[in-house]
Each structure stands twice: as structure tokens, then as C-alpha cells.
């Protein structure tokens, strides 16, 4: 393989260069397999093949060497070239400096210069036009005008100029020897102005922009330039309001007339500021008042959209003017033109609103409950009331009489939501009219009005009544429909609150109404919860009326110490065998289980010992039968009562109140129940019916889904097993798991509800 340097160029890799060369020898690659492969040959190519690579590496040196002279040798003459440019650079700088000097002394030369002409020259003209001016002066003071500036319609903006200069003259000549001239010059003066404003009024209506901007820069230095910005603003105007939009049309007018007045007047600003001045004033003022005057007095509710929606509109108005150049402090002149359109009306608007959010509102309650034919009655203050009221808290003591409301709740949505949307009105009016300074407080006063017709007048009425309507506790097949109260006025609350923060606390957050706010609100939410707590523990205490007189019609003495129990057949066989292992695995009941005819009730058997059902079975122990369909009835119309309670409570209420008031009412279950069982003597049968019992109370309790109410059930239970246990077995049972931690005197309560406690003598066991 021959040995160039195109073999070394980048990207150069040894071990391919070396395959290469191996693969191109013949003998030294795998082509003609192991027999073909010739090491000596291989060898000798390598020799050849360094030598040529070390020849062609001393080549490649000398050629490295000479590039390396030869650039040494340009390197030199390069520096050499430079420093002569260097030296050239220095003398062309230095003539540049002298050069700029030169040209510096001559400009002085030739500033002074032209300071002198002007000096010279300046007198001379001001002479040349005195000169002028005397000459005008004496065609005024001999009466007769013959210059052609004066008599040549075409020459009048000359004519203007001269005048003008001849004014101001004969203000400063006396009146006793120049009242001629003067009063000639005065009335020509006059005459120039009014055919100056008339050019610009006719060059404005035939639209020819650069005449109007020509004579108004003629008219500047008259008196009469107001004047010509008068007539500018009045054409303007003529044709603009024809839509029945004024304010869109308003708009429109200035967006117009922006565009066109810097190419007319020398102070565009001042002008297009006297126009929107002369729209705000004249225009707007007039149609606002139109708008608010005819149902100021006749009807409060017009008066105040009205006001809002003008307002609004106008304020939109500015907020778009304000893109125009209107001067330095635009935003205080168009905020000075909109307090002198509705200076007259935001005086007392706040007066205006709260009194027609009280009638609005008294009229909206009074509507609902005329629909109800229901006549509000007082609910009464001062002293008596709140002695009642603390006595109620203390005793929770119905006083006086209970109302029938025939369940009705005197709560509505519909309500509540009509007096949230005149309120949410009446605070974004409040936002809009109000002074900055007077927001908090008016904003404070809508309000207060919310809170006394809203919270006080309806939910507060609404709970008084539903109080006043709460049976005694004693009360037979009572009608609770407190809890619907509580639902409609949890969920009331909710949108109260809701508003409280989206509308009132923008309006008050910087100030330092929002504490009274909160405080009041505060207020009102304790009031209400306290009433709303009294309620419930009174509805709780009816619903525990309730059971117990379900309890104590359904359940009779007897019904827990059958009077045959003595004559109930109990079979079984192999006797022994069933007493060794009863004693070994269910030390806690004696040698039975009940089973019931209904289906229902052996279901419930085998969910509340299982276990027992499976070991009977193993140890070939037969059951014995006994009718209980009676005894149970009680037990079925508590829980029925209880799971539909519980079910109206989650439905009423939410969040963490459900579990509050489901605990509440789980432990006073709990108590009924345990102070029930309480009542009675107990045989062996008659306990196994109470552990029947207490079983479908706890499979009820578990609908509460409070782990507390579920503990005590599961407590109870196992104390019903100290009234069926055996005898020898009753420490073992007391010592379990569930019953350790109870008070010794409980325990032995329970015990001593056994017709055998005498009998057997377990009080030893608790000596």
C-alpha cells in the first residue's frame, strides 16, 4: 500500500489503518483460511512499510522547517510595515489637530461676525418696521385706509399682523388726544377678527384642514381666539349625537375630533380638553339629569339603576378619554367634570339606598310570609325575654307553650337568594357612587341592613319558631322537624358567608370597619349556633322520648323472666360430652342457643355468636325452640326509629357536625339502652334474650359510624354475657378484654340483675 499523508488526515484511527494494510498484503489477512496466512510476509511488509512512513516523515519535516522560515521572514516585514504606519497615523493625527483648531478659531470669527450683523441689522428692521407701523398708523389717524394690505380681501392675513401691532400700540397712547384713532383702529381690530373667525368657520365646514390651521395661527394672538375655539367645538358637535347611545356617540366625537386638531392648533390638548369639558357640562349633564329627575321622588328602584348605569357609563367614558392628551393631571379635570354632572345626586345616595333596600326587603319577607298565611309574631327583647332565653340555655326548659307550625320550617331559599341579590346590588352601587373615603362606612350600613332582615328578621324568626315548636320530651308521636330547620339554615348561612366575601370584604378590607364587620358577623354565627345547639339537644331529647316510650309500651317486666320458662322442652343428647366442651371453649354462656320462628331472628342468633353456632354443631348438641317474635318487638321499633333519626341527621347537616351531633345522640342512646336494661331481673333465658336485644342495638349503633358509639354498644354486650354466664366462669368473663378497664361496681350492678345472684351467691365474686 503506497504511504501518502492523505492516510493520516483527520479522523485518523490506528487499528483500521493497520486492517488495512493487513488486508491488502497477500498471506496476512483471513482470506484463503489458516493455510494462505504468511507470517514472514506479513513481517516484511511491516518492515517496508515503516521505512517508508519514516521516510515520509523526514519529508514532511524539512517541508515544516522552510514553511517555518518563510513565515518568520513575512512575520518581520509585517512589523516592519506597521510601525511605518504607525508614524504615518501620528503625523495625519497631528495635522488633524491643527486642522480643528484652524476651523475652531475661524467659527468664533464668523460667530462674531453674524453677532455684530444682527446687532446692526436688527434696529434697522425693527426701525423698517416701525417705519411700516407709523405709516398705518397715519392712514387711521387722517381716516382714510389706502394700502393695499388693507383694501385687498386676499391680504388679510398681513392685514391681520399690522392691526394687531397697531392694538397693542393704541392701548398705550392716551385717550384724550387719540380716542379717534384708537376707537378706528378697535373697530378695524374687530372687523379683521370676526372675518378671521368666519374664514375659519367656512374653511371648518368645507373641511379644508391647512386654511383652518392658517387663520387660527392668524387668530392666536387676538382675543378673539377663544372665540374661534368656540366655533370649532359647537360645528363639531353639530350632527355627532345621532345614535341613541349619547355616550358611545360622545366617544366617537372625540376620537374624531383628536385626530384633526393637532393639525389645526397649536395647543391641541387645551382644545380637545374644552370640548370634552363643553360635552361633559352641556350634553351629559343635561341628559343625566332628563334621566334621574323624572323618578328621583316616584319610584327609588329606577332611581338607583338609573344612577348606577349613568354612572357607570360615564366613568367608561372617561377611562376611554383618558388615552387622549389632555394636559398634565387629565385624570383630576375629567374626575372634577364627572363630580359636577352627580355632585347633586351622590350627595344623599347613600339615604336613597338604605332606605329602599329596608323597604325592598321588609316588602320581600312580608311577601313570603303572606304566602304562608302566616302572621309573624313579635319575638320579644329586653329583659323578661332574656332571662327566658339564659334559663332555656341553662335548663334547656321549653318556656311557654309549644307552637304546631304543621311542620313548616318559615325558612326559603328563594328568600334568602332575592334578598343576597338586592344586597349584591346595592354594595357594587356602594363600590361604584360612594367616595372613597365613605365606602367602609356605607358599605357598613348595607350590611347592617342585611344582617337585621336576613339573619335576624328570617333565619333568627325561623329558629325562634322552630324552637317554640319542639315538643317536651315526654311528647308522644312527636313531629321533630327541627333538623329541616337546621339543613335550610346551615345551607342559608353558606351563601350568607359566601357574599360576606366576595362583595363586602373588597369594599372594607383596608379599613377599619372590616373588624366591626367581623365582629358583628362573629355575633350573629354565635347566636345562631347557640340557638341552633339549644334545638338539637332539645330534639335529641325528644327523640329520646320517644324511644322510651316505645320502649315502655313494647317491653314488659316479664318479658326478660318468662313465667314457663321451667316448661320448655330442652332436648339434646349426650349431655356430658356437651358440658366437658362447652366448659373448655365457651366458658361465658351455659348450654343453649335460642333460635326463633321468624328467619330473621335465627339470622340474628348466628351473627351474634357464630362462633357458638359452629362449636354446638361440632359437638353434636341440639338446639331447643322458643317463640320470642313478642319479646322482640321493642327492640325492632327502636331501631327502626333510631336508623331513620340517623338518617335524617346526615341529611340535615355536614361535614364534622354530622359526627358531633351522631355521637350526641349515640351516647344518649347508649344510656337509654343500658339504664333500660337496668330495670329489669334476668334469668337465664330472659339474658339470652337481652344479648338478642343489644346485639341488633349494636348492629344499629354501627349506622352511626362513630367509633365512640360503637365501643359503648360493644361494652354493653359484653356486660349482657355477665347475665347468662356460669357461675364459675363469671370472674374469668369479668377479667376479659372488653370489661378490664370498667368500674368494678358496674360489673357487679349487672351481676346483681340475675334472678340466681342470690341463689349462686356471685356477690362473692366481688368481695
Not at 397697531?166 to 392701548?171: D, G, K, P, R, T
Not at 356602594?430 to 335576624?456: G, K, Q, Y
Not at 366575601?501 to 383596608?510: A, G, T, V, Y
Request: one cysteine or more; charged letters at 25%.
Amino acid at each position: 500500500m503506497a504511504t501518502t499523508a492523505e492516510l493520516f488526515e483527520e479522523p485518523f484511527v490506528a487499528d483500521e489503518y493497520i486492517e488495512r494494510l493487513v488486508w491488502r498484503t497477500p498471506g496476512g489477512g483471513s482470506r484463503g483460511g489458516p493455510e494462505a496466512f504468511d507470517p514472514k510476509r506479513l513481517l516484511e511488509e511491516f518492515v517496508n512499510h515503516i521505512q517508508e512512513l519514516q521516510i515520509m516523515d523526514e519529508r514532511i519535516q524539512r517541508k515544516v522547517e522552510k514553511l517555518e522560515q518563510q513565515c518568520q521572514k513575512e512575520a518581520k516585514e509585517f512589523a516592519k510595515k506597521v510601525q511605518e504606519l504607525q508614524k504615518s497615523n501620528q503625523v495625519a493625527f497631528q495635522h488633524f489637530q491643527e486642522l480643528d483648531e484652524h476651523i475652531s478659531y475661524v467659527a468664533t470669527k464668523v460667530c462674531h461676525l453674524g453677532d455684530q450683523l444682527e446687532g446692526v441689522n436688527t434696529p434697522r428692521q425693527r426701525a423698517v418696521e416701525a417705519q411700516k407701523l407709523m405709516k398705518y398708523f397715519n392712514e387711521f389717524l387722517d381716516g382714510e385706509l389706502k394700502s393695499d394690505v388693507f383694501t385687498n380681501s386676499e391680504k388679510i392675513k398681513e392685514a391681520a399682523d399690522i392691526i394687531q401691532k397697531l392694538h397693542l400700540i393704541a392701548q398705550e397712547l392716551p385717550f384724550d388726544r387719540f380716542s379717534e384713532v384708537k376707537s378706528k383702529i378697535a373697530s378695524k381690530y374687530h372687523d379683521l377678527e370676526c372675518q378671521l373667525i368666519q374664514e375659519f368657520t367656512s374653511a371648518q365646514r368645507r373641511g379644508e384642514i391647512s386654511r383652518m390651521r392658517e387663520v387660527a395661527a392668524v387668530l392666536l394672538h387676538f382675543k378673539g381666539y377663544s372665540h374661534c375655539v368656540d366655533v370649532y367645538i359647537k360645528q363639531c358637535q353639530e350632527g355627532a349625537y345621532l345614535r341613541n347611545d349619547i355616550f358611545e356617540d360622545a366617544a366617537i366625537l372625540c376620537q374624531r375630533v383628536n385626530k384633526q386638531v393637532g393639525d389645526i392648533f397649536s395647543n391641541p390638548e387645551t382644545v380637545l380638553a374644552k370640548l370634552i369639558q363643553n360635552v361633559f357640562e352641556i350634553k351629559l349633564q343635561s341628559f343625566v339629569k332628563d334621566q334621574l329627575e323624572e323618578c328621583r321622588k316616584s319610584d327609588a328602584e329606577q332611581y338607583l339603576k338609573n344612577l348606577y348605569d349613568l354612572y357607570t357609563r360615564t366613568t367608561n367614558l372617561s377611562s376611554k378619554l383618558m388615552e387622549f392628551n389632555l394636559g398634565t393631571d387629565k385624570q383630576t379635570f375629567l374626575s372634577k367634570l364627572i363630580k359636577s354632572i352627580f355632585i347633586s345626586y351622590l350627595e344623599n345616595y347613600i339615604e336613597v339606598e338604605t332606605g329602599y333596600l329596608k323597604s325592598r326587603s321588609a316588602m320581600i319577607l312580608q311577601r313570603y310570609y303572606d304566602s304562608k298565611n302566616h302572621q309573624k309574631r313579635s319575638i320579644g327583647t329586653g329583659g323578661i325575654q332574656d332571662l327566658k332565653e339564659r334559663i332555656r340555655q341553662r335548663t334547656n326548659l321549653p318556656l311557654g307553650p309549644s307552637i304546631d307550625t304543621h311542620g313548616e320550617t318559615f325558612l326559603s331559599q328563594e328568600v334568602v337568594v332575592n334578598l343576597l341579590q338586592e344586597t349584591k346590588q346595592a354594595f357594587e352601587r356602594c363600590h361604584r357612587l360612594s367616595d372613597p373615603s365613605d365606602l367602609p362606612r356605607n358599605a357598613f350600613r348595607i350590611f347592617t341592613i342585611l344582617v337585621e332582615f336576613l339573619c335576624i328578621e328570617h333565619i333568627d324568626y325561623a329558629l325562634e319558631t322552630g324552637l317554640a315548636g319542639i315538643p317536651s320530651s315526654d311528647s308522644k308521636n312527636a313531629n321533630l322537624y327541627f333538623l329541616d330547620v337546621v339543613h335550610q339554615a346551615n345551607t342559608i348561612f353558606h351563601l350568607f358567608d359566601k357574599q360576606f366575601n366576595d362583595h363586602l370584604m373588597p369594599l372594607i378590607s383596608s379599613s377599619p370597619k372590616l373588624s366591626e364587620c367581623l365582629q358583628k358577623k362573629k355575633e350573629i354565627i354565635e347566636q345562631m349556633e347557640m340557638k341552633l345547639d339549644t334545638g338539637i339537644d332539645r330534639t335529641l331529647n325528644c327523640m329520646i322520648g320517644q324511644m322510651k316510650h316505645i320502649l315502655a309500651a313494647e317491653q314488659k317486666k316479664t318479658d326478660f323472666k318468662p313465667e314457663d320458662e321451667n316448661n320448655v322442652l330442652i332436648q339434646y343428647t349426650n349431655v356430658s360430652k356437651m358440658i366437658q366442651y362447652a366448659s373448655k371453649n365457651i366458658c361465658f354462656i351455659n348450654i343453649f342457643i335460642v333460635l326463633c320462628y321468624a328467619p330473621s331472628f335465627f339470622l340474628l342468633c348466628l351473627e351474634i355468636n357464630e362462633k357458638l353456632y359452629f362449636l354446638l354443631r361440632e359437638a353434636d348438641i341440639h338446639f331447643y325452640v322458643i317463640s320470642i317474635e313478642k319479646i322482640l318487638q321493642a327492640c325492632v321499633k327502636v331501631c327502626a326509629y333510631v336508623r331513620k333519626q340517623v338518617e335524617k341527621i346526615k341529611n340535615s347537616m355536614d361535614g364534622k357536625n354530622v359526627d358531633t351531633v351522631l355521637m350526641e345522640l349515640g351516647v344518649r342512646f347508649h344510656r337509654l339502652i343500658y339504664e333500660h336494661l337496668q330495670q329489669y331481673s334476668y334469668s337465664c333465658m330472659g339474658g339470652m334474650l337481652a344479648i338478642c336485644d343489644v346485639a341488633e342495638y349494636r348492629k344499629c349503633a354501627k349506622d352511626f359510624k362513630i367509633p365512640l358509639v360503637l365501643q359503648l354498644f360493644d361494652t354493653l354486650h359484653a356486660l349482657c354475657n355477665l347475665l347468662v354466664v356460669a357461675p364459675d366462669n363469671l370472674k374469668q368473663v369479668c377479667s376479659g378484654e372488653q370489661l378490664a378497664n370498667l368500674d368494678k361496681n358496674i360489673l357487679h350492678s349487672f351481676v346483681q340483675l340475675r334472678a340466681d345472684y342470690r341463689s349462686a351467691r356471685l356477690a362473692r365474686h366481688f368481695s
